[in-house]
């Protein structure tokens, strides 16, 4: 069992930055690959970020490229996104997830573990 906390959401105005973090507990952390999505209201959950589960490999969604940067440190079983140049548009609850069958899974939302989200607002 891995419970997933998320914290770090908040308001920021256009251009900010905010970094999100998602503490685990358990101790197989690092058997999971990680994955940030994120839901606006009235459209659906949206993949934004995945990394394998020795921090070797990301993989972002194209609206965030080069803005949102995924990382882990798996001795305090934690996920980061670092978010910078926010958007209006990327106002969301933003969910941390876990998957056991690596990143490929993230992205196919074969996901074993939600966060409970949390709210990141950027204004215009």
């Known amino acids: 069992q891995v419970q997933l906390v998320e914290s770090g959401g908040g308001l920021v105005q256009a251009g900010g930055s905010l970094r999100l973090s998602c503490a685990a507990s358990g101790r197989t952390f690092r058997s999971y690959a990680m994955g940030w999505f994120r839901q606006a209201p009235g459209k659906e959950r949206e993949f934004v970020a995945a990394?394998?589960?020795?921090?070797?490999?990301?993989y972002y969604a194209d609206s965030v490229k080069g803005r949102f940067t995924i990382s882990r440190v798996n001795a305090k079983n934690t996920v980061y996104l670092q978010m910078n140049s926010l958007k209006p548009e990327d106002t969301a609850v933003y969910y941390c997830?876990?998957?056991?069958?690596?990143?490929?899974?993230?992205?196919?939302?074969?996901?074993?573990?939600w966060g409970q989200g949390t709210q990141v607002t950027v204004s215009s």
């Open positions: 997830a876990a998957a056991s069958g690596g990143v490929d899974a993230v992205r196919m939302r074969r996901i074993d573990y």
């Open positions: 990394i394998t589960w020795s921090g070797g490999m990301t």
